[in-house]
């Protein structure tokens, strides 16, 4: 997923350059959030995957203590 927004964001930041390119910066200017917000995106999701991933490691180590030996 966190690939996903990585490429829209490329993907939106060169139509966000094509369309301030072309219409000038007053029509444009509202195309350069779509990026930010994939960039955002993009690291939201990344901060999220490694909390889960710590979460579940902390989880598992919690059954593995409990478990008798």
Known sequence: MELFWLV?????????????GTQGWQAGRVFIWFPMVCVAMFFYR??????MADWAARQHQGEADQQPK
Do not use: D, H, N
């Not at 829209?8 to 301030?20: G, I, K, M, Y």
């Open 46 to 51: 990344r901060f999220m995957r490694r909390k």
């Open 8 to 20: 829209l964001a490329f993907l939106s930041a060169a139509w966000a350059a094509w369309v301030v």
